[in-house]
């Protein structure tokens, strides 16, 4: 049980989450300010685990340049990647080279190493392989020694190499930790971390804890790595999806996710244009509100 200090805090925290604007849209997309700038960005962007680690394959390569020509056609702007994804940074660099989107990237990667002269060493390598001078987001990839990357990535900011630092895990038991440094460390803009109807632990006091920190959130795993999207393969939509204008279950489980208050951004991946289609349908048309977020979650829970 917490104490009640710290139950009060948790609420308090809820309450302010809630209050906060509803998503806009812009041209029918649908947008989420970055609270520590005001700085809008589409609610549905773009993962790579998985999905863009192709290797040197030509015809695998140009495969995911269609798919991020496609996502940057529906206004698509965050693209997280990080060196642990095997050659995703690399074809994603590729792609962009071939793209050449102009003002529409919001270009998020991640320092995974134990070592802070190595940390250095993946953030050079990584405007290398993306062919940028600088990032938008950087993020230390699982809290992996988080204390001794920071003061590289404050120095970063500093000199107008990164525009934002944030940290990152897609595990439950690292949850404690997490909120730990969010709570006391006020250099982090943004805070990465699993969130869908079938794993839910962040409301009770990480998406809080954000929001009364007023960090950006990107949603990670919004399928559960899939399983979600398999299990709900061929079963029949109810009605109310059509009230928020979803046509496919991974809409449903991506307009889940960014509706809650606290949430900026969700990154589903993957490897096909029809899908990355699906997807920025998404983040048009309506939200979820609280009660249809009830629905959904004991609707989720039958299946």
């Not at 989450?17 to 962007?45: F, H, N």
């Not at 993946?122 to 699982?142: G, M, T």
Request: glycine share 10%; net charge positive.
């Amino acid at each position: 049980m917490i104490k009640r200090r710290q139950f009060l805090a948790a609420t308090a925290a809820t309450a302010a989450a809630l209050a906060w604007p509803s998503a806009q849209a812009a041209g029918g997309r649908i947008v989420r300010k970055i609270p520590k700038t005001g700085e809008p960005i589409g609610v549905i962007g773009m993962g790579s685990w998985i999905t863009f680690n192709v290797g040197a394959d030509a015809a695998l390569r140009d495969a995911r340049a269609d798919v991020l020509r496609a996502f940057f056609a529906a206004g698509g702007g965050m693209v997280d990647s990080s060196p642990m994804y095997g050659s995703s940074e690399d074809v994603i660099g590729y792609c962009l080279n071939r793209l050449k989107p102009e003002g529409g990237l919001f270009s998020a990667t991640k320092v995974w190493t134990s070592g802070k002269a190595e940390g250095r060493e993946q953030f050079a390598d990584s405007l290398r392989l993306w062919h940028l001078d600088k990032l938008d987001l950087y993020q230390v990839h699982n809290l992996v020694a988080w204390s001794d990357h920071l003061e590289t990535l404050v120095e970063l900011k500093r000199q107008g190499r990164i525009r934002y630092i944030g940290i990152t895990t897609s595990h439950g038991r690292s949850h404690h930790e997490l909120e730990h440094v969010i709570a006391t460390r006020p250099e982090f803009d943004f805070v990465q971390l699993t969130y869908n109807p079938a794993d839910r632990e962040a409301e009770a006091r990480l998406l809080p804890a954000a929001a009364d920190r007023g960090l950006g959130v990107i949603v990670n795993r919004p399928f559960r790595r899939g399983s979600l999207t398999d299990r709900m393969a061929g079963k029949p939509l109810p009605g109310w999806a059509a009230e928020i204008g979803c046509t496919g279950w991974p809409q449903v489980l991506l307009k889940y996710a960014v509706s809650h208050p606290a949430v900026t951004c969700a990154i589903p991946a993957t490897s096909q244009v029809p899908h990355m289609v699906e997807n920025m349908a998404a983040g048009t048309g309506a939200l979820p509100d609280a009660d249809l977020r009830r629905r959904i979650q004991n609707h989720i829970a039958t299946l």
